[in-house]
């Protein structure tokens, strides 16, 4: 952030470094900070108009919501995303996984558009992949993708499930906000059904 990020409060552009830090930030942690940063007192949803206002413009980025159903009530998430954020968040992997990983990651994908499934179960994914990528993942590097993926939060640990019992064989693991909000059209693609995306949430003036 160095162009027009230079007309923002002092807290905004604090908040915008500390939430694409993290990647994704839950909205009572998003609160808490807005609440710690910003002294003019407006909601904070008024503020990310503001800020949007001013990624949009220079930089293309925006901050987005997605609000996830979570054992009956729904649990909202914030973001910094691309406005191409398919495009931009594929050309990522790319950068970051060999053609071998990349096939078992949409392996993975197209498993957890069912819903969420076991560390084993995924792992056991990479005796699915044909060639040229037959053989090319070990268990190494299939449990080395799963953590990146975690790490990255591009995948979460389900319900309870904390990062103490993430290497469990048995932690069940599933989409996480991050995918949602980068790869909806990814998902659509590997037969998410448009219906059961969670709902979006844009902050524009």
Not at 11 to 32: I, P, Y
Not at 41 to 60: I, K
Not at 112 to 130: C, E, F, H, Y
Not at 136 to 147: H, Y
Request: charged content about 25%; some cysteine; aromatic content about 6%.
């Amino acid at each position: 952030m160095t162009a027009s990020d230079a007309a923002l409060p002092s807290g905004q552009k604090l908040f915008l470094q500390r939430l694409l830090a993290q990647h994704v930030m839950k909205d009572e942690e998003a609160q808490a900070l807005h609440e710690e940063l910003d002294e003019s007192g407006r909601p904070m949803e008024q503020c990310f108009r503001e800020m949007n206002h001013r990624l949009t413009s220079d930089f293309a980025l925006e901050i987005a919501t997605v609000s996830i159903a979570s054992g009956g009530t729904h649990q909202r998430f914030h973001a910094i995303i691309n406005q191409r954020a398919d495009s931009i968040a594929k050309a990522s992997f790319k950068h970051e996984f060999n053609p071998h990983q990349l096939a078992y990651i949409r392996l993975i994908l197209e498993k957890l558009v069912s819903g969420a499934a076991s560390r084993v179960d995924l792992i056991n994914l990479k005796q699915n992949l044909t060639e040229p990528h037959t053989g090319k993942v070990g268990m190494e590097q299939a449990e080395e993708c799963i953590d990146r993926l975690l790490d990255q939060q591009w995948l979460v640990l389900e319900g309870d499930e904390n990062q103490s019992r993430r290497a469990s064989m048995n932690a069940l693991i599933n989409i996480a906000p991050r995918t949602y909000l980068e790869l909806s059209r990814l998902l659509i693609d590997f037969g998410m059904p448009k219906e059961d995306l969670p709902q979006f949430i844009f902050h524009r003036m």
